[in-house]
């Protein structure tokens, strides 16, 4: 559950980042329209839903390890940024 939750992180901080190089096109590719630039980078139809149920599961098998959730998300989030900034 932790590693698929782990992936969606991946998905929404991609979609970040995208996000922020596409803020520099609004006029170019997206007709101005901040809305349009929002939906190119996140595909929320498709791991949002996903998102849910894996952090409703997570949240369900969380073992009380005395650890905050936010640790683990945290933590969770910091090893998906160094994947995607080393390209692994």
Known sequence: TFH???LEIRAL???ICYLAEEIFHLQSRHRGSFWRALSACFS???HGPM???CGSAYMALLDG???PLGLHL???SLCELLILALGL
């Open 13 to 15: 901080l991609k979609g």
């Open 74 to 76: 945290g933590l969770a």
């Open 65 to 67: 390890d005395g650890q």
């Open 44 to 46: 929320l139809h498709r």
């Open 4 to 6: 698929f939750v782990a």
């Open 51 to 53: 998102l849910l149920v």
